[in-house]
């Protein structure tokens, strides 16, 4: 053996790898039958075992775990970076293989030299035939079985299967007898001395226990294998008689029966069940105890059970010593030991409670007709010979003297099914009994016995009286002052009270008063009052009450019951309420209130709430409020009938005012003062849904002092203020000229006094709006959307500032942001809350969030909108937040100018986006690539709808091509990417949706186009088409020179009517046939453009009902007056004007219901057919609108980047 410093040579060698800290190099040869196994749990980088061979050891190979040869040496280098002691194990295992009366070897060798300088476990597996035992005869000190480590560190184990035992040195276990495949182990520490010889070994047949046991005639006992243990018989043999069961045996009536198991351990795998029986009279039962032999079994898990039958009318009483604890649940005894006992009643019913020793419960008192207690008991359990004691007894019932008041009903009624109990009236021979219930008439002195001691847990009392009135008055007394009659029963007293039919019978309650609580609860002091009434559908549960309330009195019509509900624990104290004869009235109940000062909450319930209140009937509470407080009305829960005839009302009632009358759903009085009736009136429903209830509150707060604030809103033209309740607070009360609301509006221009009493800041909203009206497209002026200064004396903060914006028909609103562009908040690119804005139609369709600084210069929309901020503070905040100017029609409904950035993406997406587009609209981007760079367009998330008219479309083209890129409809299928090589219209058009929705989200990648040979064609193609507009322009030029006619011409109709663009009497537009275009004019027919008198456009609208003519009408000149002058500036190309893809006769666009004429059928058309003439027509007295239709003015004009 050689240490670190004479093998670090060679640990150069071959563990170079290693950071040594520690080496060992030693040489060893394992015995014959021996197997050794070196290893370590380490890393191979930091510890490993080598062997080392060679010419002067230079061969080496490493590995964590080594298993050696036996009797071949090696020689074996440890190179560790930790303590080798603790780095490294070995294990040395040998076989011992046994026949039926012998053991190869018989010894247990250890081979105490090896490798001493490491923690060894010298291991041993056994091998024997099936039947045979290994004896293992422990030499020197005998071992000890324990579960705690060896003081020594000399631990011993036997492993069999599963189960594992421990054991150490100085004990009295000299032989361990062993199954097959059974392993014994030593484990040693390192440098630990140990004997060359463990033990001797020996085998024999296996050895069984024997048992010699004695069951009486009244017992039965059952060994039983448990399920999944190894093979073991059990025999019973009586002198020269062997019985023998691989699984079980049953044993009654022997006497020292000798019992012999196979296994020498049964009680591992047997458990023991033994049955004993008791049969008990009227009055004994022999055996008067569950007694049982302590001894016997005690080393296996046993199960004792005792079953006791009792005659009828029998008590069974079982004593137990040191009590007993009862068990909830599925909970289990710490100690083991747990009694069951279960009880079995005539029907065939149990009823089993499970205990723990050492509890209160001592004593049991059974009624059933057989009683099963079963003590289940662990392996080496410790039991009493006595376990209870058993009594029985004729049933111990109860029996008392009953005597009704006159017209008084006694009934006693069964509540639950346990236990075994009946009710008995009078005497035997006469006695009759009924195990359910009994009912008392006769104002005579009667016995009543039940069958059971404790009656009052079986059964219950409701006592009855009925009190008939006559149409002024009511006799006797309602509630006796205190009643002896089963006091401690639950009692329930009932009055049937009835009047006349047209009358109502009136409770009145003492001071102060009765609670209403939920139908159903029960009230702190357990005397529960309960109201019903009779009514011809049926009986309404009016309410139910407890002491100290509000409620005074109730009166309910024709006929009723009152009852009060009394525990059997309470002593009897009810409330002494008088009857009266109360007036005619139509409502089913009405209840009146004292509200008391100061503030409160108070609940009420309509008649049978939860359930529904009777068709057509009205129930009535009458309020009576303290002075100087506030009442508000509260509907927590309310649900509405479907009507048949009539509707369902909440009618308020003051002393002379007139009646106000609300629905459920309408804003109920809040802060108003004075006494109220409130009456709801039901409707005739549809019983097959739900029907009225209505659960309310009446809030009563002191009247405080309000904020007042006088608002001047005329030095701020079209704004108005919007004032709102959002918070829970009940006692906050806003008046606008001293009248409550729960929501103010101080309209435009207007002046208000407001009053705020006891409003948070939070509890209120205050928003403001401002209307932008553009009624003349000439006279607009583009407009700065800015906060005006609201008065300081709102104590609110403004929470929202919304501008709405109105415009003509035939007019565009076009939005700006003062920093050059906007951005759509997106998911990806959000806004900031403090700084967006949201814009939607007037509809209140959202047309999206935005903000500045981003890539859309321009927003155009063909719709009146409002634009909202808000989640700011306006006060440091007041810079102005978009620019609005006003511009020509667009067919769209809206447009959006884009400037993609070349350093990011762009998103596009539909407006509302992620909800669909609304029917029918249409939205377009117009989209401007800089030159030198090509637009990778790609959908990224695209939703079509099934269409219930039209299609969907969705189209991309250049600017200066008319021919699409892509045009989609719904049903076909859609690219997912789009190179465009310049600038570009995307447009996507929706349908009317049967189902679903149609939306988008797009993006726009920007990259550099390198295709020179794209450009030279393009560059090309721009000279080419530059002559020919040349040429056409020199054409059109020669041609207007040849003509030397008047240029311009109108058709004139005096009187009578001009045609309407709406009547369509010709097959074809006029933009398809040839009605509008005229082979010649007469010179006589012809007028110049002096027309002052304004007179004829004032005629032509009164007189527009005509439909339109292809023949000319002779002029003769203005009949009232002369005609104005119509100067209208020649058409110039429009570079900032959006142009449709398809003529309009041709486009897929629908038709837009508020402009129902089409631009070729309008009276201001214009045809430059006519040669040099242009005919003019007057639609009103404003601009003309140009349109063009020739061909030539088709031609794509040329894009310019300033009108993107």
């Known amino acids: 053996m050689r240490l670190c410093v004479t093998c670090a040579l060679l640990g150069l060698l071959f563990l170079t790898v290693l950071d040594s800290s520690e080496c060992l190099q030693t040489s060893i040869r394992p015995d014959k039958d021996s197997t050794v196994k070196v290893s370590t749990e380490l890393p191979l980088d930091q510890c490993a075992v080598c062997t080392v061979s060679g010419v002067n050891d230079t061969e080496t190979s490493c590995t964590s775990s080594l298993s050696l040869v036996p009797e071949e040496e090696v020689k074996l280098l440890f190179n560790c970076s930790q303590p080798i002691e603790q780095a490294y194990t ?32 010298f291991t041993w597996d056994l091998k024997a035939p099936e039947k045979i035992v290994v004896s293992l005869n422990i030499l020197g000190e005998g071992l000890l079985e324990t579960t705690q480590p060896c003081s020594d560190g000399f631990p011993y184990s036997v492993t069999n299967g599963k189960d594992q035992t421990q054991y150490c040195r100085g004990g009295s276990v000299t032989t361990l007898d062993l199954p097959d495949k059974a392993v014994f182990s030593l484990q040693v520490k390192p440098n630990a001395p140990v004997e060359s010889v463990l033990f001797q070994a020996s085998a024999g047949p296996l050895k069984g226990r024997t048992m010699v046991v004695s069951v009486d005639s009244s017992t039965t006992v059952v060994v039983s294998r448990n399920r999944g243990e190894p093979e073991c018989e059990v025999c019973s043999v009586d002198g020269s008689t062997r019985n023998c069961s691989p699984t079980e045996k049953t044993l009654t009536n022997v006497d020292k029966l000798s019992l012999e198991f196979s296994c020498p351990k049964p009680q591992d795998m047997y458990s023991m ?7 008990c009279t009227t009055s004994s039962c022999p055996p008067a105890a569950g007694e049982v032999d302590p001894e ?32 909830a649940g599925a909970e289990n005894c710490q100690d083991g030991h747990q009694y069951s006992v279960s009880t079995t009643k005539r029907d065939g019913k149990s009823k089993t409670n499970s205990y723990c020793k050492g509890g209160t419960v001592s004593q049991l008192n059974l009624l059933g007709a057989t009683t099963t207690v079963t003590v289940e008991v662990p392996k080496d359990g410790e039991l009493d010979p006595k376990l209870f004691t058993v009594k029985a007894a004729p049933r111990g019932g109860r029996m008392m003297s009953v005597t009704p008041d006159p017209e008084t009903i006694i009934t006693i009624r069964r509540l639950s099914d346990e236990p075994d109990c009946s009710v008995c009236r009078d005497k035997e021979p006469k006695q009759i009994c009924n195990p359910k219930f009994l009912t008392l008439k006769d104002p005579t002195n009667t016995s009543v016995e039940f069958t059971c001691p404790q009656p009052q847990d079986v059964f219950d009392v409701e006592i009855n009286r009925e009190i008939d009135c006559t149409e002024t008055s009511c006799s006797g007394n309602i509630v006796q002052a205190e009643s002896s009659l089963f006091p401690d029963f639950n009692r329930t007293f009932t009055w049937d009270l009835k009047v006349v039919s047209t009358r109502a019978f009136q409770l009145d309650f003492p001071e102060p008063g009765m609670r209403q609580i939920p139908n159903g609860d029960t009230c702190p002091d357990g005397h529960t009052y309960s109201l019903v009434t009779y009514l011809r559908t049926g009986p309404a549960n009016i309410g139910t009450f407890c002491k100290n309330g509000t409620v005074t009195t109730v009166l309910a019509r024709y006929k009723g019951r009152m009852s009060l509900q009394v525990p059997g624990d309470r002593t009897l104290d009810p409330v002494d309420f008088k009857l009266n004869v109360g007036p005619e009235t139509s409502m089913v109940a009405i209840v009146k209130v004292n509200l008391p000062r100061g503030v409160s909450s108070t609940g009420f319930i309509s008649a049978d709430y939860p359930g529904d209140f009777p068709d057509n009937q009205q129930m009535q509470w009458d309020f009576k409020v303290p002075g100087m407080h506030n009442y508000t009305m509260r509907f927590s829960d309310h649900r509405a009938p479907e009507c048949l005839n009539n509707e369902v009302e909440v009618e308020y009632q003051k002393k002379d005012k007139k009646a106000t009358k609300l629905t459920l759903t309408d804003p109920q ?10 009456v709801l009136k039901n409707c005739e429903t549809n019983r097959t849904l739900e029907g009225l209830s209505l659960k309310y509150k009446v809030s009563l707060m002191r009247s405080g002092h309000p904020v007042l604030c006088a608002v001047d809103l005329t030095k ?14 009940p006692y906050c009360e806003m008046s606008i000229d001293s009248k409550v609301q729960e929501k103010i509006n101080v309209a435009a221009g207007g002046k208000a006094s407001l009053s705020f009493l006891d409003c ?3 509890d209120v909203r205050l928003t403001a709006s401002k209307v932008i009206a553009c009624q003349n497209l000439a006279s607009c002026s583009p407009t700065l959307l800015t906060v005006p200064k609201l008065d300081s004396c709102l104590p609110m903060p403004l929470h929202s500032f919304t501008w709405h914006i109105t415009i003509p028909q035939d007019s565009t609103i076009d939005l700006r942001s003062l920093t050059g562009s906007l951005q759509q908040s997106l998911p990806g690119q959000e806004c900031n809350k403090s700084s967006s804005l949201h814009v939607a139609e007037d509809d209140g369709s959202s047309l999206g969030e935005f903000c500045p600084s981003g890539v859309i210069k321009k927003v155009q ?21 978009l620019n609005v100017s006003f511009s020509q029609e667009i067919p769209e409904t809206i447009i959006y100018r884009i400037s993609p950035k070349m350093s990011s993406p762009t998103l596009l997406a539909s407006p509302n986006w992620p909800e669909g587009m609304m029917p029918f609209s249409t939205v377009s981007w117009i989209v401007a690539v800089p030159s030198g760079y090509q637009a990778n367009l790609q959908f990224l998330n695209i939703t079509q709808p099934k269409c219930k008219d039209r299609h969907t479309a969705m189209k991309v083209k250049m600017l200066d091509q008319e021919e699409e890129l892509m045009s989609r409809r719904e049903d076909e299928q859609q690219e997912d990417k789009l190179l465009v090589p310049r600038s570009f219209y995307f447009n996507m058009s929706n349908c009317i949706p049967e189902e679903g929705q149609f939306g988008a989200v797009a993006k726009i990648v920007l990259q550099k186009n390198n295709n020179l040979l794209a450009i030279l064609l393009g560059i090309a193609g721009a000279v080419v088409l530059l002559l020919i507009v040349l040429t056409v322009v020199c054409v059109v030029t020669k041609k207007k020179k040849q003509d030397k006619k008047n240029k311009e011409a109108s058709i004139y109709i005096g009187k009578g009517n001009i045609f309407r663009p709406g009547d369509m009497h010709f097959t074809k537009s006029r933009s398809d046939n040839e009605s509008h275009v005229y082979d010649s004019i007469d010179e006589t027919m012809v007028y110049g453009h002096l027309l002052p008198d304004s007179s004829y456009a004032d005629s032509l609208q009164d007189s527009y009902n005509g439909m339109q003519v292809d023949s000319y009408q002779t ?33 897929f666009l629908p038709a837009r219901p508020r402009t129902p004429i089409d631009r070729q059928d309008s009276l201001g058309f214009q045809d430059r057919r006519m040669v040099d003439n242009e005919l003019y027509t007057f639609k009103s007295t404003g601009d003309m609108n140009t349109i063009r239709l020739s061909g030539a003015d088709m031609e794509p004009q040329p894009i310019l980047e300033e009108s993107l």
């Open 669 to 678: 009085p809040e802060h108003q003062q004075g006494d109220f009736s409130m």
């Open 90 to 121: 070995v294990m040395i295992t040998r076989s011992i293989e046994c026949t039926k009366d012998a053991c190869s070897p018989t010894t247990g060798d250890t081979q105490p030299s090896i490798l001493t300088e490491f923690t060894r476990t």
């Open 1115 to 1147: 002029f003769t000149g203005p009949s009232d007056g002369e005609l104005p002058v119509i100067k209208e500036p020649d058409y110039e190309p429009e570079m900032d004007q959006y142009k449709p893809f398809l003529a309009p006769s041709e486009s």
């Open 861 to 881: 929309v063909h719709a009146n909108i409002s634009v909202t901020a808000s989640n700011r503070n306006f006060k440091k905040d007041m810079r102005t937040f």
């Open 296 to 327: 016997l079994f005690k080393d296996f898990k046993r199960s004792l059970t005792w079953d006791i039958s009792i005659p009828d009318k029998t008590v069974l009483t079982l004593d137990f010593p040191g009590g007993l604890k009862e068990l």
């Open 760 to 762: 948070p800041n939070e």
């Open 273 to 279: 069940k033994m049955n004993k029986e008791i049969s």
């Open 716 to 729: 701020h033209q079209g704004v108005s203020l919007q004032i709102q309740k959002v918070g829970s607070d």
